[in-house]
């Protein structure tokens, strides 16, 4: 069965210090990753997504499928980075089925 | 604006109670979709329907009935509601991609 996992409930960070949040999935086939953000008290928005090997707002992800990973990474986090962060899974067969993980909070302190 | 606009954004009733919550997209896509985030912030997809079908109907209970009168809209009607339905419910929407836009959230809260 296909699967996000988050292991990181909450991650705390000083403001300028780097960052990684952990996703590892499962799936057999060719997946494709997302990372979606929620500030507080706002709508899910799409941060990035593997294809589109991007930086956005500093932060970037690579897919690894030999460790079938793909963790978030900002080399200086920002206070305004706080936010509940998801990452997810489409399948190919059911394009626009997304599985998400169960979210990591991630909370940077000045 | 273009976007997933939902309605109400804050529902409080009482248990047993029936209730809907509207969803509408002005952004021309094909899908839309129903999400559940429990209060341990757990995303958990509910329903998607495809130019007006249902293509995902996870195992939601049956009291949960979604509705789409057109493919601009999907409408999700809850019956007997119940202390664990309280939640936020998200609507979104997607043309072929994946790539989800999401609504505000409806926070719904049962007494």
């Known amino acids: 069965a296909q699967r996000v996992t988050q292991p990181e409930k909450l991650l705390s960070v000083f403001k300028g210090a780097p960052v990684e949040l952990k996703c590892n999935y499962s799936y057999s086939g060719s997946p494709e990753l997302f990372w979606y953000v929620q500030y507080s008290r706002q709508r899910l928005q799409l941060l990035l997504r593997h294809i589109s090997r991007e930086s956005i707002k500093g932060f970037t992800a690579d897919l690894n499928k030999g460790e079938t990973s793909f963790h978030l990474k900002k080399p200086f986090a920002q206070e305004e980075d706080s936010a509940m962060y998801y990452c997810a899974l489409s399948v190919a067969y059911n394009t626009d089925k997304l599985i998400f993980g169960t979210g990591t909070r991630l909370q940077v302190f000045p | 604006d273009t976007a997933v606009s939902q309605t109400p954004k804050y529902l409080v009733t009482q248990m047993g109670n029936d209730k809907s919550i509207k969803c509408e997209q002005n952004l021309g896509h094909d899908t839309m979709y129903w999400y559940k985030q429990d209060s341990k912030k757990f995303l958990k997809i509910m329903f998607s329907y495809n130019n007006k079908e249902l293509i995902i109907n996870e195992t939601v209970p049956n009291r949960f009935s979604p509705k789409s009168p057109d493919k601009a809209h999907l409408n999700l009607h809850i019956n007997s509601l119940e202390l664990g339905d309280s939640a936020v419910y998200f609507c979104?929407?997607?043309?072929?991609?994946?790539?989800?836009?999401f609504g505000d959230g409806t926070r719904l809260s049962i007494l």
């Open positions: 979104a929407s997607s043309q072929g991609n994946s790539v989800q836009h």
